[in-house]
């Protein structure tokens, strides 16, 4: 099933998903150190599962997929409602619902594999954020309450983070329209270095300061909440990451470049950074191998004081040894059997598994989309069998569509003639009824997802520790909307002062204390 990456040892693994049976014995020479541990843990797991893993639910009907789980799991899976695969997600049970131990297994052992994501809140369906009042009017102006509740929260930890290192100066890398790096510099004080790719959003990003500068001039003595702003813009250069390159080049032109001089690298040469001094690196949502990039370079350059990164599409990760590194980062990782992950793995890791549970205990229309799509890749397959995996979009409300004017779109996009295929056939009718089992089958794919990325952190964070960091996983952000929400924090001292309580920062439902994931002997001081 899927496209297993060669090299994956076949150990336990059969055509079916195992049903409860034991782990796999754990490589020899067990790993000592607890991340180290948890890590080859998950790759049991994962080893154990990878049929499932691997799996794409569009395949439901066309690879018989659910004939591949378990059958002692199959009769509880087809009869459980919403809410109850809902509770199996967030172990919190189901009314009426009785699983088969092994199921029940194997999902406790998903969920006390994954990293805690630190959601303070009881189990309800996804509210969408509110306007943020804890960031000034201005600094909310082009910004989605997502947006706002993520730099609002990342800014105050680099703010502890440059109290606790002594650093001034901020480089913002992919910094998009700069929302993070106007927020940093104009509400926090910080001297930032805005770096972005697209010439296109560099611009956009100075005209919003130019606007807030605007603004602010107009009523100097606008205040929020007692915290006036800064009359301090970021500086925005637009340029490009190279991995490979050594830390005292740090940037490439633009792509395309783009006019005027070449922009200066912000780390500078071997005296520091371009004003002489250390710098912090951060990168909210720092797409596949820029976040391990960004970790490379922190670890060569000792003008970077400290990091603190939020990675997102690790389905982007570069797996190849001959390319520069994205996954595994860590000796410790690559060490161990089993550890590649395929890209449908990689792209599970990407689910934002609380969002899922809250549509799975609201009965969302939602849903129906997976059997669509399962239906339409049938239907293609039977058209055209050299069509597969198409990567077709038919739209966002596709969900809200009869499955007719759905196939209709799809068949079209696929480049084939609607009026050719059977849409009201007793074989797609029978298909459609199927709706609750594919829905259930994208639950245990859920449960997995949070391993996943937690084995990709993990690997990031044991690349730090090899090189002798202080370093640290924090669940940041409020995952029912923020579902990447853990950020890798590293630094040349200690952190324990930046990741403190904060009196300062105040406490409130938004913008909780930060707080340690796990033990600080565990996840924070390098042995």
């Known amino acids: 099933m899927g496209d297993d990456m060669p090299g994956v040892p076949a150990g336990p693994v059969t055509s079916r998903v195992p049903g409860g049976a034991a782990m796999a014995a754990a490589p020899q020479g067990r790993p000592q150190r607890p991340e180290q541990r948890r890590a080859a843990d998950i790759i049991r797991l994962l080893t154990l599962y990878r049929p499932l893993l691997d799996a794409f639910v569009i395949d439901f009907f066309t690879e018989d997929l659910w004939a591949q789980l378990p059958a002692a799991w199959q009769p509880a899976l087809a009869s459980a409602t919403p809410v109850q695969l809902a509770g199996l997600l967030g172990g919190r049970g189901g009314p009426g619902a009785a699983w088969p131990l092994s199921l029940l297994a194997f999902a406790a052992a998903a969920r006390a594999l994954g990293f805690p994501r630190g959601c303070p809140c009881p189990p309800c369906p996804p509210c969408p954020p509110c306007q943020s009042s804890r960031l000034h009017p201005l600094l909310r102006r082009h910004v989605k309450p997502k947006k706002q509740h993520e730099i609002q929260r990342l800014g105050k930890l680099l703010r502890r983070l440059s109290r606790a290192t002594g650093c001034q100066r901020v480089v913002d890398v992919g910094a998009g329209q700069g929302h993070l790096s106007r927020f940093l510099a104009f509400g926090l004080g910080l001297g930032v270095t805005a770096v972005e790719s697209d010439g296109r959003l560099v611009g956009l990003a100075e005209r919003f300061d130019r606007e807030l500068l605007r603004e602010l001039g107009k009523s100097r003595a606008l205040a929020h909440r007692g915290h006036p702003l800064t009359p301090r813009a970021p500086q925005h250069i637009a340029g490009r990451l190279d ?170 996009l696929a480049g084939l ?111």
């Open 243 to 412: 991995p490979a390159a050594p830390w005292g080049e740090f940037l490439l032109p633009p792509d395309p470049p783009g006019p005027g001089p070449a922009a200066r690298n912000p780390l500078g040469g071997p005296g520091g950074s371009e004003d002489g001094g250390r710098v912090l690196v951060t990168a909210l949502h720092a797409c596949g191998d820029l976040s391990p990039a960004l970790l490379c370079h922190f670890a060569r350059s000792p003008a970077v004081a400290a990091v603190a990164l939020v990675g997102c599409c690790y389905m982007k990760l570069s797996t190849a040894p001959q390319q520069p590194p994205g996954y595994p980062l860590s000796a410790s990782v690559a060490a161990l059997p089993g550890h590649q992950l395929s890209y449908r793995a990689r792209e599970a890791a990407c689910h934002a598994l609380e969002e899922y549970q809250g549509r799975l205990r609201g009965g969302s229309a939602h849903l129906r989309a997976h059997c669509y799509r399962a239906v339409l890749e049938s239907l293609i397959r039977a058209a055209d069998p050299g069509k597969r995996h198409l990567g077709l979009q038919p739209g966002r409300k596709a969900h809200t569509l009869s499955f007719p004017q759905y196939a209709q779109l799809g068949l079209s």
């Open 417 to 527: 003639d609607p009026a050719g295929v059977p849409l009201d056939s007793g074989a797609v009718g029978a298909m459609l009824e199927q709706q609750h089992k594919v829905v259930a089958f994208c639950t245990l794919g859920q449960l997995l997802a949070p391993a996943v990325e937690t084995l990709i952190l993990l690997d990031r964070l044991l690349y730090l520790r090899e090189q002798g960091f202080h370093c640290a996983l924090v669940p940041l952000f409020n995952p029912r909307f923020s579902p990447r929400n853990l950020v890798l924090v590293a630094a040349r001292t200690p952190l324990a002062t930046a990741l403190a309580k904060d009196a300062e920062d105040g406490h409130s439902s938004e913008d909780e204390d930060l707080e340690e994931a796990e033990s600080p002997r565990e996840w924070q001081n390098p042995q």
